[in-house]
């Protein structure tokens, strides 16, 4: 049963496109977070967010917002995209943030977007 | 800005060649100094989390050791199924702080 899953895999589009990501768990886990590895496959933090609070990497350009319908979902949506944006995105998850906040994260398998 | 430095980059072993990788760290108040594996078109799997100098934490041929500016995963007598990307982090306030991971592979 897998614990945290994005759809689709694989997205390929044009630029200028608009796009979302979906990401799901069912570990049960208060915060969860958007991850962007580039081509040289260095992971970087894009958002943390739960139920309180919204916590942005200052890199991130605002044609990337995370939209949450509940506590088990983080969707990422992307507005005109830009052959920069093509990287592998992934999603995690993980219990409590803050000042504990030093739990493991669970990530999905990653979904490797394409800008043509 | 807190950084983690990932040493070596790639490196090569043959089946039972015992090795180990670094990783350096520059953070104040550490929340916990994270190692993740990550296989190709995967997604990181976590492996070890240590919080203190002193601290070590074993699994199969793996184990993680914790200085206060270094952390090291140790590979016993590794197998071809070891190989794979060894990712460091660690943790922000927020978020995980990874390096740039080492590219680890065991030759038969």
């Known amino acids: 049963d897998t614990a945290v899953s994005q759809t689709p895999k694989y997205l390929v589009t044009q630029m200028g496109n608009d796009k979302s990501i979906k990401c799901e768990q069912n570990?049960?886990?208060?915060?969860m977070y958007w991850y962007k590895q580039d081509s040289k496959k260095f992971l970087k933090i894009m958002f943390s967010?739960?139920?309180?609070?919204?916590?942005i990497n200052e890199t991130v350009p605002n044609r990337f917002s995370p939209k949450s319908p509940d506590k088990a979902h983080l969707n990422l949506h992307i507005n005109s995209l830009e052959l920069g944006d093509s990287a592998v995105y992934f999603c995690?998850?993980?219990?409590?943030?803050?000042?504990?906040?030093?739990?493991?994260?669970?990530f999905g398998d990653g979904t490797r977007l394409s800008i043509l | 800005e807190d950084q983690v430095t990932q040493s070596p980059e790639a490196l090569r072993l043959q089946e039972g060649e015992s090795s180990s990788l670094n990783c350096s760290y520059t953070?104040?108040?550490?929340?916990?100094l994270f190692w993740y594996r990550q296989d190709p078109g995967k997604g990181p799997e976590f492996l070890f989390t240590?919080?203190?100098a002193g601290e070590e934490k074993e699994k199969e041929r793996l184990k993680a050791t914790l200085t206060k500016k270094e952390s090291f995963l140790h590979i016993t007598a590794p197998k071809p199924e070891d190989s794979a990307t060894y990712l460091c982090?660690?943790?922000?306030?927020?978020?995980?702080?990874f390096g740039k991971g080492t590219s680890l592979l065991v030759t038969p």
């Open positions: 967010y739960n139920n309180k609070e919204l916590i």
């Open positions: 240590l919080y203190s």
């Open positions: 570990l049960g886990h208060d915060t």
């Open positions: 982090a660690q943790h922000s306030g927020y978020a995980l702080n």
């Open positions: 995690a998850s993980s219990q409590g943030q803050g000042v504990l906040g030093n739990q493991p994260q669970h």
């Open positions: 953070v104040s108040g550490l929340r916990g």
